[in-house]
């Protein structure tokens, strides 16, 4: 199974755009890339995925290289609300036997 | 549309005792999973179900840890006896189906404490 690599913290200005990387550099062809987000005693939250093309949703933007080698988390304009655990996974084996495993993911704290 | 419900929220018991989580996934999600979240870390998966199959449980400790999905639909993990390196969060999470195309919606879990 593909793994994934982050920065265990980053910080991010309120009103900044917040670009969280992520290096899967084993990626496989048929693989996608996922991010979650997790604030504490939640559950992870689903925030976007993508195979190939860049991707744009009403939370953030994931913008994958072209060799799909690495990927980045932008939230454009991040809010207090949005420190959380932040997790980039890619899908296991086949998608019939899809599991996410996660990292240890990147912790964003957001400061006013 | 409502999310994915567990209950109990929060449970302490003491070693050796057993205990059950339950888990009403989002309406129309054939797959259920089963994950486990200790202090510090990323969720681990434990099972994964289709419909009411379990199609993967290899990271179960199937010697303490069952799991059951009836009518593909609710779920109930249980642990007999319990342990003190139990105490953890176990989430549930549903899916529409393959992973490929469907990501994962999970509930906010059962904090454990075994004493």
């Known amino acids: 199974d593909a793994k994934t690599t982050q920065p265990p913290s980053m910080d991010c200005a309120e009103g900044r755009a917040a670009n969280l990387p992520c290096n899967h550099s084993?990626?496989?062809?048929?693989?996608?890339v996922y991010w979650y987000r997790q604030i504490h005693s939640q559950g992870p939250q689903y925030i976007i995925h993508?195979?190939?093309n860049n991707e744009t949703n009403e939370m953030a933007s994931l913008i994958i290289t072209e060799d799909r080698k690495s990927s980045t988390l932008i939230l454009p304009h991040a809010t207090l609300r949005d420190t959380a655990v932040y997790y980039c996974?890619?899908?296991?084996?086949?998608?019939?036997?899809?599991?996410?495993?996660f990292g240890q993911g990147t912790t964003l704290q957001v400061k006013p | 549309e409502a999310g994915v419900v567990q209950s109990p929220r929060y449970k302490i018991i003491e070693k050796k005792q057993p205990v059950a989580f339950w888990c009403n996934p989002i309406?129309?999600?054939?797959?259920l999973y089963w994950y486990r979240q200790n202090l510090g870390q990323g969720p681990e998966l434990l099972i994964r179900?289709?419909?009411?199959?379990?199609?993967?449980d290899s990271q179960l400790p199937k010697d303490r840890f069952s799991a059951e999905r009836l009518k593909g639909v609710d779920s109930t993990l249980k642990i007999q006896p319990a342990e003190l390196g139990d105490s953890a969060v176990y989430l549930c999470?549903?899916?529409?189906?393959?992973?490929?195309?469907?990501?994962?919606?999970f509930g906010n879990g059962t904090r454990l404490t075994v004493t």
């Open positions: 999470a549903s899916s529409l189906g393959r992973q490929g195309s469907s990501p994962l919606h």
């Open positions: 084993t990626i496989s062809g048929n693989e996608y």
């Open positions: 993508g195979l190939k």
């Open positions: 996974i890619v899908s296991s084996g086949s998608s019939n036997t899809g599991k996410l495993i």
């Open positions: 309406s129309g999600h054939n797959t």
């Open positions: 179900y289709e419909n009411e199959e379990a199609v993967d």
